[in-house]
T-cell receptor, first 113, second 113 residues
Framework: EPEVTQTPSHQVTQMGQEVILRCVPISNHLYFYWYRQILGQKVEFLVSFYNNEISEKSEIFDDQFSVERPDGSNFTLKIRSTKLEDSAMYFC???????????FGPGTRLTVT | DAKTTQPPSMDCAEGRAANLPCNHSTISGNEYVYWYRQIHSQGPQYIIHGLKNNETNEMASLIITEDRKSSTLILPHATLRDTAVYYCIVRGLNTGANSKLTFGKGITLSVRP
């Protein structure tokens, strides 16, 4: 069964450093998403991406964040200058269409020290 | 903010049916009810969704009341591996670009041996 994959599973970085989180969505899916979950809190939407552009973003997704689909298979989330409060699980998801069910990856645990 | 309310927790015995309630009294006519679950900080997993008719798949059944203001997710024979946080989410039909999922706190289901 096809699945969404994410790398790395755990990333430790120092405050102020740039990180790139990688995702490989399900191959025939057209919509891509990033969510995050701070420990003990709700899963929060960050950004949706369709047709090579951002279709919606949340207040969390400020200028420090960017997304890219560099090669038609990977979908990346970049945080330019990490803060302590960026420590969270980051989940990638993909869907066949905008109103279809979303399939989530296993997540990347980002720890900012 | 989530448009659903769920009790914080419930438990059931292994092998018995687990009935998870959800209230969505402000649901509008073009909104679906989706259920996801999250097992111990893994990525959320899609379970089932429906508009107004009852739905069943290999994982669960979804019963939506006639007025659509509440629903029940039924796991017919709960196993220990069904212990998870279950999220009831309301999302619009044909959302297109605005297709994010808004997670609440969910209901923690504990299946006891």
């Amino acid at each position: 069964e096809p699945e969404v994959t994410q790398t790395p599973s755990h990333q430790v970085t120092q405050m102020g450093q740039e990180v790139i989180l990688r995702c490989v969505p399900i191959s025939n899916h057209l919509y891509f998403y990033w969510y995050r979950q701070i420990l003990g809190q709700k899963v929060e939407f960050l950004v949706s991406f369709y047709n090579n552009e951002i279709s919606e973003k949340s207040e969390i997704f400020d200028d420090q964040f960017s997304v890219e689909r560099p090669d038609g298979s990977n979908f990346t989330l970049k945080i330019r200058s990490t803060k302590l409060e960026d420590s969270a699980m980051y989940f990638c998801a993909s869907a066949l269409g905008g109103s279809y069910e979303q399939y989530f990856g296993p997540g990347t645990r980002l720890t900012v020290t | 903010d989530a448009k659903t309310t769920q009790p914080p927790s419930m438990d059931c015995a292994e092998g018995r049916a687990a009935n998870l309630p959800c209230n969505h009294s402000t649901i509008s006519g073009n909104e679906y009810v989706y259920w996801y679950r999250q097992i111990h900080s893994q990525g959320p997993q899609y379970i089932i969704h429906g508009l107004k008719n009852n739905e069943t798949n290999e994982m669960a059944s979804l019963i939506i009341t006639e007025d659509r203001k509440s629903s029940t997710l039924i796991l017919p024979h709960a196993t220990l591996r069904d212990t998870a946080v279950y999220y009831c989410i309301v999302r619009g039909l044909n959302t297109g670009a605005n297709s994010k999922l808004t997670f609440g706190k969910g209901i923690t289901l504990s299946v006891r041996p």
